[in-house]
């Protein structure tokens, strides 16, 4: 009898290796640790306590995963979304290990199944959300239960400054001293020091050791410029080297998710939305079908995304501002998990700015929250405006210091402009001072490019001494002009008005000539140029790297994969990673022995799948 996952669900006895090493290589298939994954492994069988900062895609999982197979009892696993227990329970059992979640879109036939195998100690690892595991009578549950550890993932959202608060993961503090001497290990890819702070505070961390990797996600090219017709710019970037490819299109609204999907659609790029205002059946059926598709573009809000554990994302494109630097880099962070190249670009623009302010003044959080979440906003600001690498300034807000500039983001590739900016933001201070601080930017630009229009003269701003002085910049340059000085903090949108801009102390030294002030130079051909490079070059293509004859074999050993998963209803990601294929279509294996060289391919998968392997390898040789 199978599962709906197509495994037996008369699960096996325990039988592993005893050390950590033997079960990297012999279940998951990998011949060494990477990074600091050995020590973490080492710290937490020993039953330590552990803080892991590492980037998505760095092999977190495997921190908790491989120690809890190492020590006695169940592994349990506090997960914050049910389609994420899924993809790891899905990949988990793949690799043969006992693995399963306890979760609201289980029947009560199958959660009774899912405690009786954890009271028999049937279960390797168990995946719950903190709701649940803090019930009271699921803690009287586990107290019956031999625990080998409790990991906490996406452990950022105990923090009140994090992007992803959860309330529900502050109650998670009692597992120390209810469960005394289980190791607890505390996982997530984003957090700035405060944040860290908190994960160790309101968990109770205190003797926990600090795991820190670098968050530098060297695969990742970053790009971000100024919105000017962002469809457009949106359809150059994906058609131009994503086309065919899976990638992720954030937009702030559900409306706009539904019409930027739409006319995707239109644009011969097959593409689906995904907000929380959708049916939940459509929501759940189009997240399966971006999973499981190869090339499928997913329009989404940020409800979708957390511990999305598909690989091969190529490229994640942001329509609108993120609201924090934390959220920028988690949503870019979904792409390209596999190791291999991915490409994002963030539009944005003076009404984004706005916006984002409106919605933390806007909103119910207190004055102190309030505090940190505008200053988060300005970090993100402080990063869309730099003249210099994005990377060196991203990693910076992270307390991480890269040593010299990248080479793999639009600032690298294609430097942008600067120029002494003082003039021009006397200019514009003295339009707004001049004319109230009442007006938005529109007016302002009127004003300096000296338009005669029913507003300006009925104001009577045509007779101010800065009217038609701004000639020397075209409306777009102005525009981008003010916004330098809003993230600057020389002039403030204010809140009481609709996009009213004002001068702010910093602006008083400027005015007096006391402080110079260096702007970029964002001409529309700059924008045109940043796009082009990121377009010109297909390099996230898994097999454009590949010689004409391996790269045949392996979009054969892609369509059987494909196979597999339709078979199974799995995602083709989790039969193998496209690194697997390549490693195999590369060193093209004669036989099952052969097959415990290449990465990602542990016994079970080899008992599996390895004569399906061989017999595509066998044909592609022939």
């Known amino acids: 009898m199978t599962d709906l996952l197509g495994f037996d669900t008369q699960l096996s006895e325990r039988q592993y290796p005893g050390s950590a090493l033997d079960i990297l290589q012999t279940t998951f298939g990998h011949k060494a640790f990477r990074g600091q994954q050995a020590e973490i492994v080492s710290h937490v069988v020993d039953g330590g306590d552990a803080i892991v900062l590492m980037p998505t895609g760095g092999g977190k999982s495997m921190c908790y995963q491989i120690p809890a197979l190492c020590r ?58 903190p709701e649940r595991l803090m019930l009271p009578s699921f803690l009287e549950f586990l107290d019956g239960a031999r625990i080998a550890l409790f990991a906490i993932d996406e452990a950022h959202c105990v923090s009140q400054w994090g992007h992803d608060f959860r309330p529900e993961y502050m109650k998670l503090e009692v597992l120390g001293e209810r469960f005394p001497g289980v190791p607890r290990i505390a996982l997530t890819a984003t957090a700035d020091p405060q944040t860290q702070q908190d994960i160790r505070r309101r968990l109770r961390l205190d003797d926990a050791r600090m795991f820190l990797a670098s968050f530098d996600r060297p695969n990742i090219r970053y790009a971000i410029t100024l919105k000017d017709e962002p469809r457009r710019q949106l359809l150059s970037f994906i058609s131009g080297a994503h086309k065919g490819e899976s990638g992720i299109v954030y937009c702030l609204s559900r409306a706009k998710v539904e019409d930027t999907a739409a006319w995707l659609c239109t644009q011969g ?45 190529r490229f994640v494109a942001h329509l609108d501002l993120p609201a924090s630097l934390e959220a920028f880099y988690q949503e870019t962070g979904r792409a390209g998990r596999d190791g291999l190249p991915a490409e994002t670009l963030l539009l944005y623009g003076m009404q984004d700015l706005v916006l984002r302010r409106s919605m933390i ?126 993230v600057l903090g020389v002039m403030e949108v204010a809140h009481d008005s609709y996009g009213a801009l004002r001068a702010t102390e910093a602006a008083r030294p400027i005015l007096r000539g006391e402080r110079q002030v260096r702007l ?16 010109k070059v297909r390099a996230s293509d898994p097999a454009s790297t590949l010689a004409p ?37 590369m060193r093209q294996p004669r036989s099952l022995g052969d097959l415990t060289d290449i990465p990602g391919m542990g016994q079970k998968k080899m008992e599996r799948y390895g004569a399906a392997v061989l017999a595509v390898l066998a044909g592609g040789a022939a």
């Open 269 to 313: 790029i097959e593409s689906l939305p995904y907000h929380a205002g959708l049916d939940a059946g459509v929501r759940r059926r189009n997240q399966d079908a971006f999973l499981k598709a190869d090339g499928l573009v997913l329009v989404a809000t940020i409800a979708f995304g957390m511990g999305i554990d598909k690989p091969d994302i």
């Open 549 to 585: 004859a391996t790269a045949l074999i392996f979009e054969a050993l892609r369509a059987e994969r494909g196979r597999l998963a339709r078979e199974q209803g799995v995602p083709p990601y989790v039969i193998f990673h496209d690194s697997t294929l390549i490693a195999l279509a």
């Open 520 to 535: 970029r130079r964002d001409k529309p051909s700059v924008i045109k140029r940043a796009l082009k490079g990121l377009t």
């Open 361 to 486: 003044e806007d909103g119910e959080a207190p004055g102190d929250v309030k505090r940190v979440e505008h200053a988060k906003l300005e970090a993100l600001l402080g990063v869309c405006e730099t003249a210099g690498c994005r990377r060196q300034a991203l990693l910076s807000h992270f307390g991480e210091t890269l040593p010299e500039p990248c080479g793999n983001c639009d600032g690298c590739l294609d430097p942008v402009e600067t120029f002494d900016g003082t003039v021009a933001a006397q200019k514009a201070i003295s339009a707004a001072v001049r004319t109230g601080q009442r007006f938005g930017v529109g007016h302002l630009v009127d004003v300096l490019l000296g338009v005669k229009n029913e507003k300006t003269e009925r104001q009577g701003h045509d007779m101010l001494p800065t009217f038609g002085i701004g000639k020397d910049f075209d409306r777009k340059e102005w525009s981008s002009i003010f916004r330098q000085l809003v």
């Open 72 to 129: 006695d009892g169940v592994g349990v696993v506090v997960s914050p979304l049910i389609a994420l227990m899924h993809d790891q329970v899905t990949a988990l059992r793949q690799l043969g290990i006992r693995a399963a979640a306890l979760n609201s879109s289980l029947t009560d036939e199958e959660r009774l199944a899912v405690r009786a195998d954890l009271r028999a100690g049937r279960l390797d690892l168990i995946y719950v959300a």
